[in-house]
């Protein structure tokens, strides 16, 4: 078996994989991303991507493939509490003046292609089933494309394996925050939809969310506890879906008559903070950080952390300062940036709230995007620095 050695292997190239192997390929890296599934492989998601996430993908050039995948601009949100609704234009802010909702089919290709564009090899049916070295990670084993055993090497190892992270058990990251709620989902697609707002409804118990995305359609989701959720699909997945809607967004019903494709997520993981770096390895998006989808910020999150850590990673590898001082300091800004956002999604997803406390949560919320706005706005002022002086 031929072992290559890189400067750093992926484990997972979706959002947080393949953002961060484009960014070290960027710097001139030599890095290999590696995922299990296939090019372009649908998964479990909506596709809201918040402000933050719009964010990077323009400052990494990545906005107009995403328009020309014919994802619609999203200039509103429009929140109902009840009967109260709050219609929130999205302001022309940070270089981003709509939102976006791409499928995970388009998104994550892109995202692939750029890494590949920037010079990492990029492998799929590959199956990191364990790491090399004693007391440093040294590299990755498993399985390639044709079930023949895999190795290779590398300075550091980065697992962005999602939620049931590989990498994570391997090295036995601890978890060192956990939350106490989790929300189930059931989304489908359905077509006539208004494809200019994201729409959001929450009554007592229940919530739900229409999110404009490609090819004429919107994701519409409902979302509850998950014991509410048991109880509903003791009818089967349509009927639930339809009766979770009819009470979460009533107005909705008429225009979901016959959703394609309906997915579920159980819920049946809390929120979690792990430990996310040690000699040789690291962690990022799902597999290092995750909160509840309700508040729809992962894909967010693991852009952003892709960009904190490949900092990191290029700050040592350019000798600018130690690999553990660059990684403590990565994981010490993820979770300054997360932490409100990671206890407001959790008490969300309790649905612990009545109609006036769940409109103060999600404006407690939106403050607290506020740090993750400044600081990706501060990242490009830096820049703008380095390259005038
Ligand atoms: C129901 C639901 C709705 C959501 N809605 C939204 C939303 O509207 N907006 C939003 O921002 N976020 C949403 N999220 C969250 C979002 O999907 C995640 O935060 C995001 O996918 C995390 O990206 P990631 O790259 O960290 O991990 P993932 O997308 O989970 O990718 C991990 C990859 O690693 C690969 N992998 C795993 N193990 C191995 C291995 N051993 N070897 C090789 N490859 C491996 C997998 O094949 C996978 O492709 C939602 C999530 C769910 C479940």
Redo the contacts with the bound molecule.
Sequence with gaps: MRTTTYDAVV???????AATAMLLARAGLRVLV????AYGAD????????RG?VMQLARWRLLDPIAAAGTPAVGRCIFRYGDREVDVPIKPRAGVDALYAPRRTELDPILVDAARDAGADVRFG????DLVGKGRVTGVV?QDEHGRPFAANARITIG???????VARLVGAPVEQSGGSAAA?I?GYCEGLPADRYQLWYQLGVAAGS?PTNHGQACVFVASPPPRMRHELRSGTNPAYAKLLAEAAPELLDGVRDPSRLRL?AGRRTGYVRRSHGPGWAL????GYFKD?IT???????LRDAELLSRAIIAAAAGETTEPMALAEYQSVRDRLSARLFAITDRIASFRWDLDSIAGLLTDLSDSMADEMHWLGELDARHDLMETT
């Design positions: 484990v997972g190239a979706r959002p947080a994989g590696v995922d299990r599934a998964t479990v998601s909506t596709h809201a991507l918040l996430g590959v199956s990191v089933t498993g962005a394996d999602g939620i049931g992270s590989t989902f989304y999110f997520f990022v998006g799902d597999a989808p729809s910020h992962g894909l967010t999150d693991a």
